[in-house]
């Protein structure tokens, strides 16, 4: 086997490179997993725009991955090279207070793949063999490379309890936004209502299953109460992390109602809280941050057996070499969706 494997390095802020480095030494309950497509999330942006992780630089960044298991170290069992895969990014330390409560996102060891360190922006990546998800020989890797951020939208509709029935306001209009409002149709949610900028990606939304769409520039909470009969929504879920959509998702939700804290601001930044309204009306708030574990063996069931569209993900195929156009690209471009890095095979 070869040495030397291409990667992009995420070298300082707004500059990454495509470099020649050595190939993961696998540990003996890991595994390697030769990379096929990685997508490029918003954290990632983040990363490349100095936000966050600036501390972990240089980075191989990089965490919504599918691939095919290369190596496997030699207490690795019940795994074998050439099997289709995908891993939970999401490494903590197992024995802790909050590991033992299975809260993993909450170990003080946490460490996530592509973002604490280096992760599948790359043709390798090692992985723990606990981590690692089989897949369905049949499953297209384009479609599991976005398992990942899937399994997020999978658990933060579960810590939210979504119901059949419940009507749901989704703030943001972007690749996740549009993975909530499939998740709250399968959840049997309705009316699904869809607050976003662009009209584009609105009427996407009602491809996919939004019953209102409503754009920013409207009367946002009138039309909200309209759509449920005067009460408000049910659920709000707020993906695009700005302090005024985290204020106005209170007088979105209905007495009684939950809110989602989905998106993710800036550290350090505070938004307004009535608490005299949170008491009154007993609000219910509730963050997520990850898929983790069944979220992700749920996902991987939900995409194999057809129940997410995704051909809209995956419109827009880049490969490694030019990973740092696809980035520019993002910046100003906002008719892109989603952008998958090609990276085991040639752009389709």
């Known amino acids: 086997m070869k040495t030397k494997m291409k990667a992009a390095i995420f070298v300082k802020p707004g500059k990454i490179e495509v470099q020649e480095v050595e190939i993961p030494k696998i540990k003996e309950n890991e595994v390697l997993i030769k990379v096929e497509y990685c997508g490029i999330c918003g954290t990632d942006r983040h990363i490349f725009n100095g936000v966050y992780s600036r501390d972990k630089l240089p980075l191989i960044a990089g965490h919504e991955f599918s691939g095919t298991i290369a190596q496997i170290g030699k207490n690795v069992h019940g795994l074998k090279e050439g099997q289709k895969v995908t891993a939970d990014i999401n490494l903590s330390c197992g024995t802790c207070y909050y590991c033992r409560h299975d809260q993993p996102l909450m170990c003080s060891e946490m460490r996530q793949l592509g973002i604490h360190i280096d992760g599948a922006f790359a043709e390798y990546v090692a992985v723990p063999q606990e981590k690692v998800y089989m897949l369905a020989a049949n499953m297209d890797f384009q479609d599991a490379a976005l398992l990942e951020p899937i399994s997020c939208v999978v658990r933060g509709q579960k810590k939210v309890n979504l119901k059949m029935g419940e009507s749901v306001a989704i703030i943001g209009d972007g690749a996740i936004a549009l993975m ?24 996407k939304a009602k491809e996919l299953g939004a019953d209102h769409t409503i754009l920013v520039t409207e009367d946002v909470e009138g039309k909200v109460k309209d759509f449920t009969d005067g009460r408000g929504a049910d659920v709000v879920i707020e993906v695009v992390g700005r302090i005024a959509t985290y204020e106005q998702v209170f007088r979105l939700v209905r007495p009684g109602g939950k809110i989602s804290a989905f998106g993710l ?65 993002l910046k100003t471009d906002k008719h892109i969706l989603k952008v998958l890095i090609s990276i085991g095979n040639s752009v389709q």
């Open 265 to 329: 601001s800036n550290e350090g930044e505070y938004s307004k809280l009535e608490p005299f309204k949170m008491v009154l009306e007993e609000l219910s708030m509730v963050g997520s941050v990850a898929g983790v574990k069944n979220d992700l063996a749920e996902a991987i069931t939900l995409v194999r057996y057809n129940r997410f569209k995704l051909d809209d993900f995956k419109r827009m195929i880049i490969p490694l070499e030019n990973i740092g156009e696809a980035f520019e690209r």
């Open 180 to 203: 909530h409002v499939q998740m709250a149709r399968l959840c049997g949610a309705a009316p699904i209502i869809v607050v976003g900028k662009h009209e584009e990606r609105l009427e």
